[in-house]
C-alpha cells in the first residue's frame, strides 16, 4: 500500500496551524520533516509557535515519530514551541508509548493549543518541570 501525508498550513495569532492528514511512516516521515524544517526556515514564520493539528493524521509508525522529534529539536533552536492537538486515539497512544508527549504537548483541541501559543501559557508538562 502506498502511504501519503498531506500537509496544510495557516496562521492564527501567534501561531502557524500545520494540518497532517493522512499516514506517517517510513516512506512519508522524511516529506514530513523536510516540510517542517522549510516551514520554520521561512521568515515569515520567525516566532510563531507550531500547532500541529493531527486530527486528520489516521496512522503513525516509529519511523513516522522520528518526523516529530525533528520538528521539536528544530522549534526549540529557533526558541518556539511545538504543540500537537486534535489527535485521534491511535496517533496519542504512539505519542504516550514513545513518551514523545513528554517532549511536545498533546492537547484536546486546536483552539487550546493555539491559546497556549498566543499567551505562551505553560504546557501542562512544563508546569510539572517547576
Known sequence: ???TVAI?????????IVQVSGRLDHGTSKTFSDEIVRLGDMPEHAGLSFVLDLSGLEYISSSGLHGFIVASRHAKERQRRVYAAAAQPIVAEMFEISHLNLVIPVVPTVDEAIAMASNQVPSPNERRKR
Open 1 to 3: 500500500m502506498t502511504s
Open 8 to 16: 496544510t498550513t495557516r496562521r492564527q495569532g501567534d501561531a502557524l
